[in-house]
């Protein structure tokens, strides 16, 4: 089975600065999908970002970017130039190739707070 | 294209009572699961389709579950004689499997509070 971890339950950052979101998972497969996805507060869950495992190359979308280190199963993600609306909590997410199925495991997730 | 939508998007029932979901995806998508999540948690995985088949549901997914997909469309999720650890938010996604490899989408989802 897949575990997702985030330890960090809470993080805050200056509005325009950058912050990083870790989060580890444990499998013993070896091709799989990793995401992050926002969810603000009383609105729904969105898509921020994915990876596909066997790309060594770190998925990028306009100020979100990943750290993807496959060996050590980390998948952390950096927003740069943060802005009030990145206000929310962030969840990383794992899931098996597709194919199989693709049901998402998630960690517990994080609270983001930018602060003006 | 307007997403997925749930409703109702709250519900408050006595405990004993029978309630029943509806999700409804986005047209083309022919995978919807379907999620629960608690306060302060992340999502749990209950169960899903491929089309109108229910290929696996969770340990989670005690009797008093049950979902449907009739017509691999919408979907439904009851759940019968409801206990106070059933309030949670449930949580309905869907993608494409031939699509941009399996991304899910999801809806707002239906806040349960049994009381």
């Known amino acids: 089975a897949q575990t997702v971890t985030q330890s960090q339950p809470e993080m805050s950052v200056q509005e325009a600065e950058t912050v990083t979101l870790s989060c580890t998972y444990d499998t013993s497969e070896s091709n799989y999908y990793l995401f992050w996805y926002k969810q603000p507060p009383s609105r729904q869950m969105i898509l921020v970002i994915r990876q596909e495992a066997y790309k060594q190359q770190n998925a990028t979308e306009n100020r979100f970017s990943v750290n993807f280190q496959k060996a050590a199963k980390s998948f952390s993600l950096k927003i740069s130039d943060s802005q009030l609306g990145d206000t929310a909590m962030y969840f990383c997410a794992f899931m098996k190739h597709a194919g199989a199925n693709s049901k998402l495991t998630f960690g517990k997730g994080i609270t983001l707070s930018v602060r003006p | 294209d307007t997403g997925v939508s749930q409703n109702p998007r709250h519900k408050i029932t006595k405990r004993g009572q029978n309630v029943t979901f509806r999700c409804d995806p986005i047209s083309e998508h022919n995978r919807l699961y379907w999620y629960r999540q608690t306060l302060g948690q992340g999502p749990e995985f209950l169960t899903y389709f491929q089309n109108e088949a229910q290929l696996e549901k969770s340990r989670l997914l005690s009797d008093r579950f049950s979902a449907e997909r009739p017509k691999g469309s919408f979907s439904t999720l009851e759940i019968q004689r409801t206990e106070q650890g059933d309030s949670a938010m449930y949580l309905c996604?869907?993608?494409?499997?031939?699509?941009?490899?399996?991304?899910?989408?999801f809806g707002p989802g239906t806040r349960l509070t049994v009381l």
């Open positions: 996604a869907s993608s494409f499997s031939g699509g941009r490899k399996d991304t899910q989408y």
